[in-house]
């Protein structure tokens, strides 16, 4: 079946660590996305990458760090410098045509302890 | 993207129709209207998007007013598994930052049995 994996489903780390959240998808899309979700707010997007090798800052990019090595790759990494790491983390994928709905792992749900 | 406003909840029968407003004045002439919906600590979903035509799908059915102002959001039998968290989006087609979805809070729809 295709679709977007995020692993782990929970995850626990300790504060001052860095933490890596995995994204794969075999839809064969090119653009790829990482959203942050808190308690009763809306999506808030982090990074977003259109092609392999290439992505762009979104709205809360700050203490994140990406990469797009592979196109059915797209890391987060939640880096000690990220202030609020708490939350749930969405991983997307998108085709790249102008009107294509965006597809949606299960998330992952960070708790820095 | 223009903005949306949408009531923070609503309840509905199990069975009966479940009609989701939303507003969205601001609107350019070239940007649609998304609806995704998600269930409690999974990724959303996509149900449907339109331009300024009705648009029917197997989920459900959306009603753009004429002057594309607002629309509705229908899902004509309700069930219990239709209780989620409605999102109304309006972005542009197009690459780059253009495939940014900019989520708000939606609507908590309940479906009571």
């Known amino acids: 079946d295709g679709g977007i994996t995020q692993s782990p489903k929970y995850l626990f780390r300790k504060e001052g660590q860095n933490v890596t959240l995995s994204c794969e998808q075999n839809?064969?899309?090119?653009?790829m996305y990482w959203y942050r979700q808190d308690p009763g707010q809306g999506l808030r997007l982090i990074y977003y990458?259109?092609?392999?090798?290439?992505?762009q800052k979104g709205d809360i990019a700050e203490g994140y760090s990406v990469s797009r090595e592979k196109k059915e790759s797209f890391p987060l990494t939640v880096t000690s410098a990220q202030k609020n790491p708490t939350a749930f983390y969405l991983c997307?994928?998108?085709?790249?045509?102008?009107?294509?709905?965006?597809?949606f792992g299960p998330g992952t749900r960070l708790t820095v302890l | 993207d223009a903005k949306t406003t949408q009531p923070t909840s609503m309840d509905c029968a199990e069975g009966r129709a479940a009609n989701l407003p939303c507003n969205h004045s601001?609107?350019?002439?070239?940007?649609?209207v998304y609806w995704y919906r998600q269930i409690h600590s999974q990724g959303p979903q996509y149900i449907i998007h339109?331009?300024?035509n009705n648009e029917t799908n197997e989920m459900a059915s959306l009603i753009i007013t004429e002057d594309r102002k607002s629309s509705t959001l229908i899902l004509p039998h309700a069930t219990l598994r239709d209780t989620a968290v409605y999102y109304c989006?309006?972005?542009?087609?197009?690459?780059?930052?253009?495939?940014?979805?900019?989520f708000g809070k939606g609507t908590l729809l309940t479906v009571n049995p």
């Open positions: 997307a994928s998108t085709t790249s045509g102008a009107y294509n709905e965006q597809f």
């Open positions: 839809l064969n899309h090119d653009a």
């Open positions: 990458s259109q092609i392999v090798n290439d992505f």
């Open positions: 601001t609107i350019s002439g070239n940007e649609y």
């Open positions: 339109g331009l300024k």
């Open positions: 989006i309006v972005r542009a087609p197009g690459g780059g930052s253009n495939y940014k979805l900019t």
